[in-house]
């Protein structure tokens, strides 16, 4: 279930939205790239300190 649920936040669920992304934000595939790899380090630099709220 958990595994279902986070689909649409993965690479496989916003995958679906690239094409129309792509035509209409009028940017590359790159930019599309690179926009979601700043997303995911974002992401990956506050998961350690809501961890930590979770645990209290």
């Not at 669920?13 to 700043?38: A, E, K, M, R």
């Amino acid at each position: 279930m958990g595994l279902l649920a986070s689909i649409p936040g993965q690479t496989m669920g916003v995958s679906i939205f690239t094409d129309h992304l792509i035509s209409s934000l009028n940017v590359s595939n790159v930019g599309i790239s690179s926009t979601y790899t700043v997303g995911t380090l974002g992401s990956s630099l506050i998961i350690s300190y809501t961890e930590e709220l979770f645990d209290r």
